[in-house]
């Protein structure tokens, strides 16, 4: 039959064709993933569950017509425009979302399928109780009163630090508001979100040097570079849209890409120049390249004269790191490094990008103040296409930041003073006497009694040992006894078999997810868990911040699925249940226990005055939402129309009241444009001078400024030894003398006067200071190279030794002691991990996604060739992965030279087995995800940052053996 | 008159698999069945590079060629379709075909859609435009609707492009010479008998 | 006997052949049953008109976003 016609029959055989050939010299990821997973349980069904209620199917030809709803994707912060179309409330297709400037159209394979997200089966359908070791439907009304009467009883007997409000970044920025101030009212610090162990040792670093904890510049703005420097990210596979605005730097401006990471990842395949390095030795790396650029007097001094306080330290600090010891320490050769450094030089402005390689370390907070010294000695600060662009990795851990979901502050980093506690309390109209009476206190060193209501709380990272560790340790009057997830992967987390330990120790387990979670099945527990359904962000509105601070409106694209419930109305079910109700919600407009969105926007319009979230009124916001199409796509900026001027989404600080009108401010620290049309300085945030050194910024001013130099942050007092406080409202100047006359300041003035009338005279609220790359205040002022706890090189550790032991965050926290031990005999390689594009977070979601799950079905481990030829494993091989704290996992080993000798590489997605056994039959039925595997935090061991204690899960050691 | 291509910029593609998602979204394509996938040569490697591949739709399409029951049929557009009605499974076209675009269920048929399965340049198939029968036989019918393939249009860095051949080569050459270099349109030497 | 059998046999092939054979009628299959070699016999699709071929046309400019 295949004679049946000669001509044009195709041009060659099967095996010359292109996919014959591909398919021939290599075999790739996915192939070799992709033809070993047919098998696995739950997957036989998946051909046959594909889709929702009502498919497309049956709702395309019907004469409904098709409604055109906007939201915004719910994986990583890159913001883009999910269009919907929606048939007799179906959600019935997905249309690329042209209008937006920041994704013109463009998704991931996350984002293109996010329809199942909110329409598949595979949900957390009822609340649930586990009940004899059996999933038990239960009411609303059930679940709430029987959490709440014993989260009561629990206080009532442990106090309220008892219980811990683990929240979200995929919270709405009203969500994550109602939330901080939830547990604000319930009386306890000890409340977190994701944030901590992904950008918490980011925030801390750059605000610690700059003022605000934030990507500088936008996506976007990358068009501007002609340089690009990323370091510890894979933007390629956890922000691939971004990837649209680097390879149109790389194209068109002829942009050379280097990437510096251990792994060649997907994105260093697109890269100019990839720089291999040991994990763990980024302060080394960076110094490593600015003793080239210090070394050839390539920095910018008059930048740095005017605008940086400390760079001769660094310098001195750098002098130390000439090129053999650099490549000692990090494996990279100078030459190598002379050339990134005169590439960096010569290509300015360049841009600046770090993800999670740069931040999950013991030392991650020198690490992000070492990409920062870097960017501020090249000048590349507060300007077009330079900047620190750090991306997020969660749709809204931006947002969910800057309203504080965490255990150190109150919203707008206020932080937990008393002054904070006042500030809030006056925005909430409530009695701040009946605040502190919420709170629990314990006796200081000094024997004095002192409120918890100041005192840090547990952050997310260390609920495990606030479980499991000797109360007399532990700086709260009890151990952790009851916990909620809400919106958190237990599987994202390291010491995952100590975690399963504290799960079963708890009196009380709380799940609050649309997904029943790794928490669900983690756990031998079989009675005390409780899984109440939430909706996804599909079936809500409200605003989300993406990660460069434009804010985003979502429309309610169907109604929630199932029983499930947006969390703002859980959040008022269990305010109702515990009393505080009334007075939580009393500006805050509630139908049927769903308060009203825009209320709650409102609210923290009132209150958000240090980071500018007072400008973006629910209508503002929605504005841009509707007329995406007129902003410029390099600059965000409206062209024409009626918001001319404005920049998309009004990117925080938006100052002012929203009846102010700023544009926001599409990049931080540019001083080339007024205030009042989205310029700035860097802050003055840590005072005027230090060690007889002025700290305020020396003839650096953005355009327009009355003051032609720097000058300390604004209060009352000083607006009117300016002579500008004439300029003050009547009403604005009585809101500002109910405060605290003239010391109020920028922060706590409700009217915005202080602010509106600074800006006016072109000046920045907030004072125009240095950045300062010696941050006093910290354990290593100057960064510092620190080997890691669980180091493969113990030659090192004499000389870059790691720091003693200490307590943190209510918690004692181990460094030298765990460093001490020599683990490299019996466990020799370096583990690390990372994203894959096909998951997102701990991955229920996304393994819970057919289309999705399909692409990646089975857990695996990296290693290179030179490794597991060593040990005689090969491709496929199933393989144990061991680590020194004595857990292992079962995982498959793709062999490969994405790793370097000595390396082995994880993604950490995957969760619903443990130690080589599969759980999938503990989840309620019907709502296992597709895919289970091992979690690589099974693996990952002990190790916190020395300010945020965020977690170190990019650099362990283990061993790799045949199953 | 408009000739229906696709292009895949390789110096673009990041294997992000968003073609292969919202392709399965958009048609409710179910499990085991790829119309488009994402190739990756050198995988871990300098030099590593990704391909989005799916039926090309060829000028002298080889499928059509060696079908026994000629269900194949070309639309003006150059968009090559079949008729599931026709199709017998014989699996000829995959052997046929360059590009390995031709699908096949696993075991037996799946609900109506039985058969030879592939990419249609979304558009639908021999029933009547964007009706349910046309739907749930070839998917949706995005050309009727004035769209183009959700694949390219959803791509995260605009690697995959799709429509008017002519409208198509020319970003494309643009990209090229803002480059410096070329690397080729990948497959267009087979798939449409030109060089680049 | 045998005789009768026989007829009744003959006449029971031919009912059958008979009926076969009707039963083969294009119409009744619902299929196409006899090829005419390199011709398309589907059912034929509905051709796109000139309004929606340049809607596609600028759609597919409209790609050039970098």
């Known amino acids: 039959m295949l004679r049946k016609k000669t001509s044009g029959v195709a041009n060659g055989p099967l095996s010359s064709s292109f996919i014959g050939k591909a398919a021939e010299t290599v075999v790739d990821r996915r192939a070799f993933l992709r033809g070993s997973g047919l098998a696995i349980g739950g997957l036989a069904t998946a051909a046959a569950l594909v889709g929702s209620n009502v498919t497309p199917a049956q709702a395309v030809g019907s004469a409904a017509s098709v409604e055109i709803r906007k939201s915004v994707c719910t994986h990583c912060s890159v913001g883009c425009t999910v269009v919907a179309e929606v048939q007799n409330g179906v959600w019935t297709g997905q249309e690329p979302g042209w209008d937006s400037p920041i994704n013109l159209g463009a998704h991931c394979a996350k984002g293109a399928s996010v329809r199942e997200t909110a329409s598949g089966e595979r949900r957390l359908k009822y609340p649930m109780k586990l009940t004899g070791g059996k999933w038990v439907r239960m009411s609303w009304d059930d679940a709430i009163n029987e959490i709440g009467d014993q989260m009561l009883d629990i206080r009532e007997k442990s106090g309220p630090d008892s219980v811990y409000w683990l929240g979200s970044a995929k919270h709405s920025n009203e969500q994550a508001y109602l939330f901080r101030k939830f547990y604000a009212y319930w009386g306890t610090n000890n409340g977190d979100h994701q944030a901590r162990i992904c950008h918490s040792t980011t925030v801390a670093g750059v605000a610690n040097t700059w003022g605000y904890g934030a990507m500088t510049n936008s996506y976007n703005d990358m068009h501007n570079s002609k340089a690009i420097f990323i370091i510890g990210g894979n933007p390629a596979e956890a922000h691939p849209v971004s990837l649209m605005h680097v390879l149109k730097a790389k194209e068109q401006n002829n942009a050379p890409v280097i990437v510096c990471d251990p792994r060649f990842t997907r994105t260093a395949a697109h890269a100019d120049e990839y720089v291999r390095f040991r994990p763990g030795s980024d302060v080394a790396l960076i110094w490593g390249i600015m003793w080239h650029i210090f070394d050839n007097k390539w920095e910018d001094k008059e930048f740095i004269r005017q605008r940086v306080y400390g760079m001769e330290d660094v310098m001195a600090e750098v002098k130390k790191w000439d090129p053999a010891e650099t490549e000692r320490v990090t494996g990279v050769p100078g030459a190598q490094l002379k050339r990134v450094a005169k590439i960096m030089a010569n290509n300015r402005p360049g841009t600046f990008v770090w993800c999670m390689g740069g931040t999950q370390h013991t030392n991650g907070n020198n690490n992000t103040r070492a990409y920062c010294a870097f960017q501020l000695a090249l000048g590349n600060m507060g300007t077009a296409g330079g900047g620190a662009n750090i991306f997020r990795g969660h749709c809204n851990v931006q947002g969910a930041t800057d309203f504080c979901v965490l255990s150190h502050s109150l919203p707008g980093y206020y932080g937990l003073s008393a002054g904070a506690w006042k500030h809030w309390a ?21 024997g004095k009694s002192k409120s918890l209501m100041n005192q840090k709380g547990i952050p997310v990272s260390r609920w495990i040992d606030g479980v499991l560790e000797d109360k007399e340790n532990i700086d709260q009057p009890d151990n952790l006894r009851a916990m909620v997830f809400w919106g958190h992967a237990p599987n994202s987390q390291t010491r995952m078999k100590e975690m399963k330990t504290a799960m079963e120790k708890l009196d009380l387990m709380v799940v609050i997810d649309p997904y029943p979670t790794v928490s669900a099945v983690l756990s031998d527990r079989t009675d005390g868990v409780y899984l109440l359904p939430a909706t996804t962000q599909f079936e809500t509105y409200g605003s989300v911040t993406a990660s460069n601070r434009s804010l985003q409106w979502r429309e309610k694209i169907i109604e929630p699925s199932f029983d499930s419930l947006p969390d703002h109305t859980i959040i008022y079910k269990f305010a109702k249940k515990f009393g505080f109700a009334d007075r939580m919600f009393r500006k805050i407009k509630v139908t049927n226990d769903e308060p009203y969105v825009e209320d709650v926007t409102r609210e923290f319009n009132g209150g958000m005055w240090t980071i500018g979230y007072t400008g973006q009124s629910p209508e503002r916001i929605k504005a841009h939402m509707a007329n995406q199409h007129v902003f410029d796509r390099t600059t965000l900026q409206a062209v024409g129309g009626e918001l001319d001027g404005e920049y998309y989404g009004l990117p925080w600080p938006c100052w002012g009241t929203a009846e102010m009108g700023h544009p926001g401010t599409p990049l931080l620290y540019d001083t080339s444009k007024p205030v009042a049309e989205g310029g700035l300085c860097f802050r003055a945030r840590f005072g005027v001078e230090h060690e007889g050194n002025n700290l305020l910024a020396e003839g650096s001013y953005p355009v327009g400024s009355e003051i032609k130099d720097g000058y300390p942050e604004f209060t009352m007092g000083m607006l009117k030894k300016l002579g500008w406080d004439g300029d003050l409202t009547a009403d604005e100047r009585a809101a500002i003398e109910k405060v605290a006359g003239d010391k109020t300041n920028w922060k706590v003035d409700l009217s915005g006067g202080i602010q509106r009338v600074a800006i006016k005279h072109g000046c920045a609220p907030f ?67 990372g994203r894959l594009v096909e998951y997102e977070g701990g991955g229920d979601e996304t393994r819970s996604n057919p289309w999705l799950a399909e692409l990646q079905q089975d857990m695996f481990v990296e290693m290179n060739p030179f490794d597991a030829n060593g040990k005689n494993i090969r491709n496929g091989d199933m393989v144990w992965v061991k680590t020194p704290e004595g857990a292992q996992i079962k995982v498959m080993a793709q062999v490969t030279e994405r790793v370097a000798k000595g390396v082995a590489f994880l993604p950490f997605h995957f969760g619903g087995h443990l130690e080589g056994k599969d759980l999938r039959s503990k989840y309620p039925e019907g709502a296992d995800p597709y895919v289970l595997g091992e979690s690589a935090n099974t693996a990952f061991t002990y190790g916190y940052d020395s300010v945020t204690l965020m977690q170190e899960s990019k650099c362990s050691l283990c061993t790799i053996e045949r199953v | 008159m408009a000739r229906m291509k696709f292009l895949c910029d390789a110096e673009r593609c990041i294997e992000c698999n968003a073609c292969v998602t919202a392709c399965k979204n958009e048609h409710e394509v179910p499990w085991g069945v790829n119309r488009r996938r994402v190739v990756t040569i050198q995988d871990g490697k300098p030099g590593e590079r990704s391909i989005s591949v799916a039926c090309m739709h060829c000028s002298d399409a080889p499928c059509t060629a060696v079908c026994p029951v000629d269900c194949f049929y070309q639309t003006e557009q150059g968009v090559v379709l079949h008729s599931k009605d026709l199709c017998i499974g014989c699996g000829y076209c995959f052997y046929a075909c360059p590009f390995g675009a031709p699908q096949y269920p696993q075991a037996g048929n799946y609900g109506s859609r039985g058969k030879m399965d592939k990419c249609t340049f ?27 393939p959700i694949c390219a249009e959803m791509c995260s860095t605009k690697a995959l492009l799709a429509g008017d051949g002519d409208q198509v080569s020319n970003i494309f050459r643009e990209r090229i010479v803002a480059r410096g270099f070329g690397s080729g349109a990948w497959g267009w030497g087979t798939a449409y008998s030109i060089k680049g | 006997m045998i005789a009768i059998t026989r007829k009744f046999l003959v006449l029971l092939a031919l009912t059958a052949v008979v009926t076969g054979l009707s039963a083969c009628a294009e119409e009744e299959q619902n299929r196409v049953l006899s090829y005419k070699k390199g011709t398309y016999l589907g059912e034929t699709d509905q051709q796109l008109s000139e309004d929606q071929l340049r809607t596609l046309i600028n759609r597919s400019n409209a790609q050039r976003v970098y």
């Open chain 2, 122 to 148: 979304c558009a639908g198939g021999p029933e009547e435009d964007m009706s349910s029968l046309e739907f749930q036989k070839y998917g949706r019918n995005r050309l009727a609707e004035g769209k183009l």
């Open chain 1, 767 to 833: 004072g125009n200071a240095k950045a300062r790359v010696k941050v006093w205040t910290f354990p290593d002022p100057i960064p510092l190279h620190r080997e890691p706890l669980y180091t493969s090189r113990r030659d090192l550790v004499a000389d870059y030794p790691t720091y003693s032991d200490r307590k943190l965050y209510r918690l004692p926290t181990l460094y030298k002691s765990i460093q001490d031990v020599d683990h490299t005999a019996a466990y020799p390689m370096i583990l690390t991990s």
């Open chain 1, 426 to 446: 006056r925005v909430w109209d409530e009695d701040i006497d009946w605040l502190k009476g919420r709170f629990d206190s314990i006796k200081g060193k000094d």
